[in-house]
């Protein structure tokens, strides 16, 4: 790389709603920078604190292990973290700022984005969310493969962006080069079935992230 050129700031990507070892290891081979578990039962990417434990351990030192709740009570996420060591929690729901930061770890809060919604006025609420995960508005509070309206994130979040919703091989460059997120988060985008994640997808996705880092 010459002086005249320089690498953009890496775009992160989460990879979410791992199920099997097999996903996790190409996730992590591929060069992803997290790896999420659904500890939401209604969903089909759904693992027990005791699976992902058994998959949290095929993980490397500085790859994050983060979990994903949709309005659990206190006592469900301290189930899973007595079982889980995750870096990162990640809330779905109509969580308070009090109920993600009750457990003292980084966290995400995500939002789903619909015309209506005021980010600016929604991230104020969360002043301690490590980022603001922006999401499509979708039955079953998330996972639910379609994007929004990327025109609708306004400039100056007090916090970092997680760019989500219906992101896959074919759109995950356009959208980093127009949003410039600190983060993508992809599940449906990299599946072959709901939970099933395809290596090769994989691939694709986060080597259309490093191709628009590198516009
Ligand atoms: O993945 C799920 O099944 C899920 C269920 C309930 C709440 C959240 C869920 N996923 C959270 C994620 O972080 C997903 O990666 C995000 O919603 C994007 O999903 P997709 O549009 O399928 O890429």
């Given at each position: 790389?010459?002086?005249?050129?320089?690498?953009?700031?890496?775009?992160?990507?989460?990879?979410?709603?791992?199920?099997?070892?097999?996903?996790?290891?190409?996730?992590?081979?591929?060069?992803?920078?997290?790896?999420?578990?659904?500890?939401?039962?209604?969903s089909p990417r759904y693992v027990t604190p005791e699976r992902a434990a058994e998959l949290v351990r095929r993980l490397p030192p500085f790859v994050a292990?983060?979990?994903?709740?949709?309005?659990?009570?206190?006592?469900?996420?301290?189930?899973?973290?007595?079982?889980?060591?995750?870096?990162?929690?990640?809330?779905?729901?109509?969580?308070?700022?009090?109920?993600?930061?009750?457990?003292?770890?980084?966290?995400?809060?995500?939002?789903?984005?619909?015309?209506?919604?005021?980010?600016?006025?929604?991230?104020?609420?969360?002043?301690?969310?490590?980022?603001?995960?922006?999401?499509?508005?979708?039955?079953?509070?998330?996972?639910?493969?379609?994007?929004?309206?990327?025109?609708?994130?306004?400039?100056?979040?007090?916090?970092?962006?997680?760019?989500?919703?219906?992101?896959?091989?074919?759109?995950?460059?356009?959208?980093?080069?127009?949003?410039?997120?600190?983060?993508?988060?992809?599940?449906?985008?990299?599946?072959?079935?709901?939970?099933?994640?395809?290596?090769?997808?994989?691939?694709?996705?986060?080597?259309?992230?490093?191709?628009?880092?590198?516009?």
């Open positions: 790389m010459t002086s005249a050129t320089h690498a953009r700031t890496k775009t992160r990507i989460k990879i979410c709603g791992l199920t099997r070892e097999a996903d996790v290891d190409a996730a992590v081979a591929a060069g992803a920078d997290a790896i999420g578990f659904v500890f939401y039962p209604p292990a983060v979990g994903l709740f949709v309005n659990p009570e206190p006592a469900q996420v301290e189930a899973v973290l007595a079982k889980v060591p995750l870096e990162v929690l990640q809330f779905h729901g109509d969580e308070t700022e009090s109920q993600c930061r009750r457990y003292l770890r980084p966290y995400l809060k995500a939002a789903r984005v619909r015309p209506d919604l005021d980010l600016v006025q929604y991230a104020a609420a969360y002043p301690s969310a490590r980022a603001i995960l922006l999401d499509a508005f979708v039955d079953g509070y998330g996972g639910g493969g379609k994007t929004f309206d990327w025109s609708l994130i306004p400039a100056g979040l007090a916090q970092s962006i997680v760019l989500s919703g219906g992101l896959d091989g074919d759109n995950v460059a356009e959208a980093v080069r127009r949003v410039r997120p600190a983060a993508v988060d992809v599940s449906s985008g990299v599946e072959a079935a709901k939970g099933i994640k395809d290596a090769a997808k994989i691939r694709a996705f986060i080597a259309a992230v490093r191709s628009a880092d590198n516009d």
